[in-house]
């Protein structure tokens, strides 16, 4: 088992900045590739990024190219920066971990509580 937990949501104007943090336990020593989705009120939820267990490879969903970075400094701790922030962009942020890189949400086992993030006009 995987234990992730979300953290740094919160409210944010406009063109402002947030860096979500996902903290991983438990059975930590398996190669798990980690991904960020989002989900906002009446909608599905959608792939944000991702990144390998190596954090050689990462991939972003078109809307957040060039605004959001992905990246992990450990095996247990993953983080999404997110710039130049747009009131679309509000929304349920989870991580999750799945032992294959992907951008379905099938294809993740483990998940996260999520975080709340809005972003004001």
């Known amino acids: 088992q995987v234990q992730l937990v979300e953290s740094g949501g919160g409210l944010v104007q406009a063109g402002g900045s947030l860096r979500l943090s996902c903290a991983a336990s438990?059975?930590?020593?398996?190669?798990?590739?980690m991904g960020w989705f989002r989900q906002a009120p009446g909608k599905e939820r959608e792939f944000v990024a991702s990144?390998?267990?190596?954090?050689?490879?990462t991939s972003y969903a078109d809307s957040v190219k060039g605004r959001f970075s992905i990246s992990r400094d450990n095996v247990r701790t993953v983080y999404l920066q997110m710039n130049s922030l747009k009131p679309e962009d509000t929304a349920v942020y989870y991580c999750?971990?799945?032992?294959?890189?992907?951008?379905?949400?099938?294809?993740?086992?483990?998940w996260g509580q999520g975080t709340q993030v809005t972003v004001s006009s």
């Open positions: 999750a971990a799945a032992r294959v890189r992907g951008t379905r949400p099938e294809g993740y086992e483990y």
């Open positions: 438990g059975r930590t020593s398996s190669s798990y590739a």
């Open positions: 990144i390998s267990w190596s954090a050689s490879s």
